[in-house]
């Protein structure tokens, strides 16, 4: 009867500490997302065209060829395959740690062959086999009772860092389509420089040729000719360095592209390509879609479910001990033997001097903390910075376009005009020459100007975010581990 109450009593003293450990305080500050007050509108006021961030906006530019550019970068681009490596990382460390809310058990095993001294103490009866064998087995349980939530904090803060990773990988697709679409963009805009120079060298080669007949047939002066040589050499000088430039911005596109440097398929020219809609909507968006906000954020909840980790350092563990083993000499009687025993135990841990260890630790984790709260609101400021600078570049330079580009109308009659009094031999040469150089140089900007409000509406998509990086992060690698996470 006195050994049924014991087996009772402990039975109820187990229970009251499992439940204990089941039902634990957390210590530690629960997470709350930081008050965020956006600006009330952005300083260009554009129609309402929320949608466009939702769709993929470089197909709006109409060039098939960047389009498969885009998909090929996302496919197999390095970075974002090291993005979706580091996504598995993490969710590696998570799995590690949410174990430790569950009993570990293990087993061991163990057989061996001896043979005893005949001549040992106590000495072996005459007669008897000095070989024997051995064989041994055990299996073990521990389970530490998570009573104050330590354990359950390495999760949080292991949970927020795989959302922070994912965020980055998004991140990473952001910038990279970004950047396929920026690079393409100045692809074109030097190889229409580069035609600018070729067609302006190859017409002053056929006026140098003229000149010199002139000068040889003493029409004109050697100064005439020098002038018109100088043109020439001018805009030879050019088609090297644009030529420079470009196997540049291809080189740089094949490393976007997960590829060895080469050349790049061309569609489009830059005069060709149609300008993506802007997309408008309200500065609090962006607290939702920009993912360096959003991986901004996990890390402050990391930082924040640490300060619970390092606090739960001066409460005690409790851990739940189990073990069974047995020994024989013969196999088959090995689950049987009589050297079989057990045990069943428990454990409590706690500091009582730690002279400032744990302390130490609680005031690191507080000031990480407050690092990460001051980087997200840093992180938000620099999105409202960024968005507000592409959307005002992106309407001021296309009227800076306008301008050059009527420029360089006026500057085509000006060298027109300019010819025309030469030749009737109103002019000397000399105000050809200003008109042809100025238009030279105002033609390459206008094209210069051309790609940069192109790669402003690109800043644009890229400061804002949206719905388009879901879409392109589709077609991007996909982390291992995935398919089990759930978004926050």
Do not use: H
């Not at 709006?60 to 390095?78: H, I, K, M, S, Y």
């Not at 000719?225 to 360095?241: D, G, H, K, N, Y």
């Not at 005069?271 to 609090?284: E, G, K, M, N, R």
């Not at 879609?289 to 991986?295: G, V």
């Amino acid at each position: 009867m006195r050994r049924k109450k014991e087996i009772k009593m402990r039975i109820g003293i187990f229970a009251a500490l499992l439940a204990a450990g089941l039902a634990g305080c957390t210590v530690g500050p629960n997470y709350l997302r930081p008050e965020v007050e956006p600006p009330g509108a952005w300083r260009i006021d554009y129609p309402k065209a929320a949608d466009v961030a939702n769709i993929k906006w470089w197909e709006q530019f109409g060039d098939p060829v960047l389009n498969g550019l885009v998909e090929t970068a996302l496919r197999d681009n390095r970075d974002l395959r090291i993005a979706a490596a580091r996504v598995d990382q993490f969710i590696g460390a998570l799995t590690a740690t949410g174990s430790q809310l569950y009993p570990q058990i293990g087993y061991g095993a163990d057989a061996s062959r001896a043979r005893a001294s005949a001549v040992g103490v106590p000495p072996l009866p005459p007669g008897a086999n000095p070989y024997f064998s051995l064989y041994q087995v055990s299996m073990g349980a521990s389970w530490q009772l998570d009573l104050f939530g330590r354990v359950r904090r390495l999760s949080e803060a292991a949970q927020a860092q795989v959302y922070a990773s994912e965020q980055g990988q998004r991140g990473v697709v952001l910038s990279l389509v970004a950047g396929v679409a920026s690079s393409y963009i100045a692809l074109r805009a030097l190889d229409r420089q580069l035609e600018i120079a070729q067609a302006t060298e190859r017409n002053l080669s056929r006026t140098l040729r003229v000149f010199d007949l002139r000068f040889k047939a003493g029409i004109v002066a050697k100064t005439e000719v020098m002038q018109v040589r100088s043109q020439v050499q001018q805009a030879l000088a050019a088609i090297p360095a644009f030529e420079q430039a470009i196997a540049a911005q291809e080189n740089l596109i094949s490393i976007l592209l997960g590829r060895n440097p080469g050349p790049i398929p061309r569609g489009k020219s830059i005069d060709q390509l149609v300008a993506p809609l802007i997309p408008a909507d309200l500065p609090a968006t962006l607290l939702q879609r920009r993912p360096d906000i959003l991986q901004a954020e996990q890390n402050l909840v990391t930082a924040n479910a640490n300060i619970g980790a390092t606090r739960a350092l001066y409460y005690p563990d409790l851990s739940l001990n189990a073990a069974l083993a047995s020994t024989s000499s013969v196999f088959s009687n090995l689950l049987t033997s009589p050297a079989a025993a057990g045990l069943v135990g428990a454990s409590l841990v706690g500091p009582i001097f730690t002279f400032g260890g744990i302390e130490g630790q609680v005031a690191s984790a507080e000031a990480a903390e407050r690092q990460a709260l001051a980087f997200y609101q840093q992180t938000v400021l620099n999105a409202f910075r960024e968005t507000n600078d592409a959307l005002t570049g992106s309407q001021k330079k296309l009227d800076e376009f306008n301008v050059q580009r009527e420029r360089v109308e006026s500057l085509r009659e000006f060298a027109r005009l300019a010819k025309l009094r030469f030749d009737k031999g109103i002019t000397g040469y000399l105000e050809v020459l200003v008109a042809e150089n100025e238009l030279f140089a105002a033609e390459i900007a206008s094209v210069g100007l051309q790609a940069s409000r192109y790669a402003q509406i690109v800043n644009v998509y890229q400061a804002m975010g949206g719905g388009w990086v879901n879409i392109a992060s589709s077609i991007a690698p996909k982390p291992q581990g995935i398919a089990a996470m759930k978004a926050p």
